[in-house]
Nanobody
Framework: QVQLVQSGGGLVQAGGSLRLSCAASGRTSSSLAMGWFRQAPGREREFVAANSGGSTYYADSVKGRFTISRDNVQNTVFLQMNSLQPVDTAVYYC??????????????WGKGTLVTVSL
């Protein structure tokens, strides 16, 4: 089992920045894939970014604005979000998978944190 504890998020004006954190505990390792997904009101959950096997992956909608990074000592993954826009408003979920994952989801989830971007 892997437990994920998220922090960060909140309200920001368009063009602003926020940083999300997600600390993993339990059966963690440097090979654990970790990433971020989001779900906007009335929409399905969508992939945002992931760090897996030393590589990073991004949704086209956030490339160049969001950066995922990882501290393997602290078993923590971060999502730096810059140039935020109202369309980025969503509940952001941290995910982790010890094995295969895909853009539809991961095996373990954090509780989610709300990011609201105002005009």
């Amino acid at each position: 089992q892997v437990q994920l504890v998220q922090s960060g998020g909140g309200l920001v004006q368009a063009g602003g920045s926020l940083r999300l954190s997600c600390a993993a505990s339990g059966r963690t390792s440097s090979s654990l894939a970790m990433g971020w997904f989001r779900q906007a009101p009335g929409r399905e959950r969508e992939f945002v970014a992931a760090n897996s096997g030393g590589s990073t992956y991004y949704a086209d909608s956030v490339k160049g604005r969001f950066t995922i990074s990882r501290d393997n000592v602290q078993n923590t993954v971060f999502l730096q979000m810059n140039s935020l826009q109202p369309v980025d408003t969503a509940v952001y979920y941290c995910g982790a998978s010890p094995g295969v994952w895909d853009y539809y989801g991961m095996d373990y989830w954090g509780k989610g944190t709300l990011v609201t971007v105002s005009l």
